[in-house]
Structures are given as structure tokens and as C-alpha cells.
């Protein structure tokens, strides 16, 4: 059996290797949809996260696995849950936190600031939940 696949073994990678493939195709349409919403190109959000475009279009279109540093960035700068970006449902943008900071031609800097002022306040939503139960 050495250097053969054994039948088990193709079954379990189909298997398996669909569900992978699965859930990037919805994290990347997910990231999509959001981006989208945010009036941001994928170049703008790409220097955001510190990446290639190039990479970031693979994380987009399902090819690659997003890293859970660019998740975190991403739902920094959304004002979600990382959770947000494994949900299938079409209402995604709706778990974004509302904002007013919808100007074009934000640098990278102004990016970090609202991603930060949103992690605080979300921080603060949490906190408020959990001393009111």
C-alpha cells in the first residue's frame, strides 16, 4: 500500500475537501458583500488588511482560506462578529454595526481609526448585554 491512495482515503478528502471548499465560498462572498457595502474596492480594503490585492481577490472568490488576522481586521472595520462571515444567510450586512463614516477616498490610517472606535464600541454593547441579564 505504500504510495497508494486507499479508497477510504479518497472518500474522506471529498468529503471533506467540499466542505472546506463550501464554507471559503461563503466567507469570501461574505467578505464581498460587506466590502461592498462599505463603498470600498478591493484595493482600498486590501491595504487595509495589509495584503495584495491579488490575495485578497483569492480570499473573495473562495480559491484560498482567509486567515483569521484578516477576518479580525475585517470584522474590526465592519463593526460584526467573526461569525458573521460563516453565516450563509443573505441578510449579512444586516449584523454590520451602523455608521455614519461612509466617505470615499478614506486612507488606510482613517480605516484604522473606525475599525478601532467600532471594536469599542462593540466592546461596550457586549459588556452592557452581559451586566443586563
Same mark, same amino acid.
Given at each position: 500500500m505504500c504510495g497508494k491512495t486507499t479508497l477510504f482515503q479518497k472518500i474522506y478528502y471529498l468529503c471533506h475537501g467540499n466542505k472546506i471548499n463550501i464554507m471559503k465560498a461563503i466567507v469570501g462572498n461574505n467578505l464581498k458583500k460587506m466590502r461592498v457595502a462599505n463603498n470600498l474596492t478591493?484595493?482600498?480594503f %486590501?491595504?487595509?488588511l495589509n495584503i495584495?490585492?491579488?490575495a485578497y481577490a483569492n480570499y473573495e472568490s473562495g480559491e484560498r482560506e482567509t486567515p483569521l488576522e484578516v477576518l479580525e481586521?475585517? %470584522?474590526a472595520l465592519f463593526g460584526c462578529e467573526i461569525s458573521s462571515f460563516f453565516n450563509e444567510e443573505e441578510t449579512i450586512t444586516q449584523s454590520m454595526f451602523a455608521s455614519a463614516f461612509r466617505a470615499n477616498d478614506l486612507?488606510?490610517?482613517d480605516m484604522l481609526e473606525i475599525a478601532n472606535f467600532k471594536n469599542i464600541v462593540m466592546n461596550y454593547?457586549?459588556?452592557e448585554k452581559l451586566f443586563n441579564q
Amino acid at each position: 500500500m505504500c504510495g497508494k491512495t486507499t479508497l477510504f482515503q479518497k472518500i474522506y478528502y471529498l468529503c471533506h475537501g467540499n466542505k472546506i471548499n463550501i464554507m471559503k465560498a461563503i466567507v469570501g462572498n461574505n467578505l464581498k458583500k460587506m466590502r461592498v457595502a462599505n463603498n470600498l474596492t478591493q484595493e482600498k480594503f %486590501a491595504d487595509f488588511l495589509n495584503i495584495n490585492r491579488s490575495a485578497y481577490a483569492n480570499y473573495e472568490s473562495g480559491e484560498r482560506e482567509t486567515p483569521l488576522e484578516v477576518l479580525e481586521k475585517a %470584522a474590526a472595520l465592519f463593526g460584526c462578529e467573526i461569525s458573521s462571515f460563516f453565516n450563509e444567510e443573505e441578510t449579512i450586512t444586516q449584523s454590520m454595526f451602523a455608521s455614519a463614516f461612509r466617505a470615499n477616498d478614506l486612507c488606510v490610517e482613517d480605516m484604522l481609526e473606525i475599525a478601532n472606535f467600532k471594536n469599542i464600541v462593540m466592546n461596550y454593547l457586549k459588556m452592557e448585554k452581559l451586566f443586563n441579564q
